[in-house]
C-alpha cells in the first residue's frame, strides 16, 4: 500500500521528533565518558596535576561524571595546553539549574543563601561553587548509606567550620568559634557529629531546607526534635530515602541497620515481644500465686 504524500510528511516529522527526545544534546554518554578520560588524564592524581587536580573516585560516583566535562568547560578549552581565563573556568550552575522544572530550584537556593547567616558575609557573586565542589556533588538519595551520605553533608560545612580560627570567603577572613566550645551541651559530641547532618539542627524547624542556615542563637537546641518517635528527622533527612524504605519510619530494617537514636529508633516486633512476655511473666505469678492459696487453705 502506497501512503499518500501528506501522510509520508508525518511520518517523518514523528520520527524525528522521537529521535530528538530519546538522544540527549551533546556528547553520547559513551563519548562523554572517554572525553572525561582524556582529562582526568592531567586533571586527576597526577605528577603534572594542573589546576587543582580531582579525585576520580568521587567525581565518578557524582551526579555530573556522566555529563562529560565539556558541558562546563566549553569556551578556551580546544587547545592543548591551555589556560582558562577566571570567566571560562567552569560554566553557571543556572545554565542548568535555571527552573522549577530542574531538580533544584536555583532561584529557591538563591533566595535562601541571602536570608541565611552565610547570606551577611557574601557579595552578590557569590556561587555554588564557594561550598560545593562540582566534581563530587552526590546528593543524599544517591549515596551508599545513611553514613556516607551524612559524612558528604558535613563535609561541606567542616571545611569552613572545622577548626578553630579563620575562614577566608571571597578574600575576606571571618572568626570562627571552634566546634566543640560552642556544642559543649551535646553529649557525646563526637557522636552525633557523625550521626546526624549539621543542617538539621541549623535550619528552620522541620522545613525541608538546607541553605537556610541560622545563626547560633536560633539553631535548635531542644533534644525532643530528633530524639522522639515523630521525629524532625522523618521530614528532613530521612525524606530523601527511597519511599518503600521509609514508608514505616523508624521501625524499617534499613533504618535499624544504618541509624541508631535513643527515643526514636525503635523495633515494633521486639516491642511485642517484650510486652507479650511481660504479660505472659504476670500472668504465671498469678496462676502461681492463686494455686498457692488454695492448695494452703486445703491444708489448713
Not at 529521535?19 to 565518558?33: D, H, I, R, T, Y
Not at 592531567?42 to 562529560?68: E, K, M
Not at 531538580?103 to 547570606?119: D, K, M, Q, T
Not at 563535609?155 to 575562614?167: D, K, N, S, T, V
Amino acid at each position: 500500500m502506497r501512503l499518500p504524500s501528506h501522510a509520508i510528511v508525518w511520518v517523518t516529522l514523528a520520527a524525528l521528533a522521537t529521535s530528538l527526545a530519546v538522544v540527549p544534546s551533546g556528547l553520547s554518554a559513551q563519548e562523554s565518558e572517554s572525553a572525561a578520560a582524556a582529562c582526568l588524564g592531567c586533571h586527576a592524581a597526577n605528577p603534572q596535576n594542573p589546576g587543582s587536580g580531582i579525585r576520580t573516585d568521587n567525581f565518578a560516583a557524582s551526579v555530573h561524571a556522566a555529563l562529560g566535562c565539556r558541558l562546563c568547560h566549553s569556551a578556551g578549552y580546544q587547545g592543548f595546553p591551555h589556560t582558562a581565563t577566571e570567566e571560562q573556568k567552569a560554566g553557571d550552575c543556572t545554565s542548568c539549574h535555571r527552573n522549577s522544572g530542574a531538580p533544584y530550584h536555583f532561584g529557591w537556593i538563591i533566595n535562601e543563601v541571602r536570608a541565611s547567616v552565610h547570606g551577611k558575609m557574601v557579595s552578590e557573586d557569590f556561587a555554588c561553587i564557594e561550598c560545593h565542589d562540582p566534581h563530587e556533588v552526590l546528593p543524599v538519595h544517591r549515596a551508599a548509606n545513611m553514613r556516607e551520605a551524612i559524612a558528604n553533608a558535613n563535609r561541606r560545612c567542616l571545611e569552613c567550620h572545622g577548626q578553630a580560627g579563620e575562614a577566608t570567603v571571597e578574600g575576606e577572613r571571618h572568626s570562627l568559634v571552634h566546634l566543640t566550645r560552642v556544642h559543649s551541651f551535646l553529649p557525646r559530641l563526637t557522636q552525633h557529629a557523625n550521626s546526624g547532618r549539621c543542617v538539621e539542627c541549623h535550619t528552620p524547624g522541620r522545613e525541608q531546607t538546607v541553605h537556610l542556615i541560622l545563626s547560633a542563637r536560633s539553631a535548635v537546641q531542644d533534644c525532643v526534635e530528633c530524639h522522639t518517635e515523630n521525629s524532625a528527622l522523618l521530614e528532613k533527612f530521612y525524606r530523601h530515602m527511597a519511599e518503600e524504605d521509609r514508608r514505616d519510619g523508624f521501625v524499617n530494617s534499613v533504618l535499624l541497620n544504618n541509624y541508631y537514636m535513643v527515643g526514636a529508633t525503635r523495633n515494633q516486633r521486639l516491642d511485642n515481644a517484650m510486652w507479650t512476655l511481660f504479660g505472659l511473666s504476670f500472668l504465671g505469678i498469678c496462676v502461681h500465686g492463686t494455686a498457692r492459696l488454695v492448695t494452703r487453705r486445703k491444708r489448713s
